[in-house]
């Protein structure tokens, strides 16, 4: 199945750029995804990026997409204290259907 | 639109005993997921539906069972709670016909604690 790895924590600065790096085995996955986490919640969708792209920008975020290296990236600029939450890459499972998700990586902006 | 609700928000059980969590969606979403969550694991597919009447196992089915009798209900019921069970449980859903395939709506999480 689908293995999808992500450091776990990350701390930065306001202001600073944040930079949130996962890996995943199968390249199979139509679409790659980024989900927040915030306390306490449910995960709602960031921002997503389609198989045969390189990179997305939607405002302060950034999607970079290496297929040969089967590498994603999720870049946050000017890192707001709102920021803070936990972020998913995930990645469609082998069900069709359902995502296979990292372990999530921890962002804490400080002022 | 309530999106995805989930009852109950938090439940305390003893081990042995059995409860149901409810997962609606008012989206009309054909494919519905149970999560559970747990601390430096993740996210890890219980069970999940792709459609009215139908379910699967997903990546750690082991202790639960789940039905979706209706389309926008989907029920997951432990029938004797272990400890082990102890976590956050997220539904979700989802349609085809999304703006990018398979993107899922989370429900709040419903927290169970297993004694």
């Known amino acids: 199945g689908e293995d999808v790895e992500q450091s776990l924590f990350l701390s930065v600065r306001e202001g600073d750029s944040s930079v949130i790096n996962c890996t995943y085995t199968?390249?199979?996955?139509?679409?790659l995804y980024w989900y927040k986490q915030e306390p306490g919640a449910g995960l709602q969708l960031l921002t997503y990026?389609?198989?045969?792209?390189d990179m997305k920008q939607d405002q302060r975020l950034t999607v970079l997409l290496n297929k040969k290296d089967k590498h994603l990236s999720l870049r946050i600029a000017d890192t707001q204290t709102g920021d803070s939450a936990i972020y998913f890459c995930?990645?469609?499972?082998?069900?069709?259907?359902?995502?296979?998700f990292g372990k999530g990586t921890s962002l804490l902006v400080t002022p | 639109n309530a999106g995805v609700t989930q009852t109950p928000k938090f439940r305390v059980l003893k081990t042995g005993q059995s409860m149901t969590l409810l997962c609606a969606q008012d989206?009309?979403?054909?494919?519905m997921y149970w999560y559970r969550q747990d601390p430096g694991m993740g996210l890890r597919l219980i069970h999940y539906?792709?459609?009215?009447?139908?379910?699967a196992k997903g990546e750690v089915p082991d202790g639960y069972n789940v039905s979706r009798l209706k389309k926008q209900n989907f029920l997951l019921g432990l029938e004797s709670a272990a400890p082990s069970q102890t976590s956050v449980y997220f539904c979700?859903?989802?349609?085809?016909?999304?703006?990018?395939?398979?993107?899922?709506?989370f429900g709040p999480g419903t927290r169970l604690t297993v004694l």
């Open positions: 979700a859903s989802s349609t085809d016909q999304g703006v990018a395939d398979n993107e899922q709506f």
């Open positions: 990026i389609f198989s045969n792209m």
């Open positions: 989206m009309n979403h054909e494919y």
């Open positions: 199968d390249s199979s996955s139509t679409y």
């Open positions: 539906s792709v459609g009215e009447g139908t379910t």
């Open positions: 995930a990645a469609v499972s082998n069900s069709g259907y359902a995502l296979n």
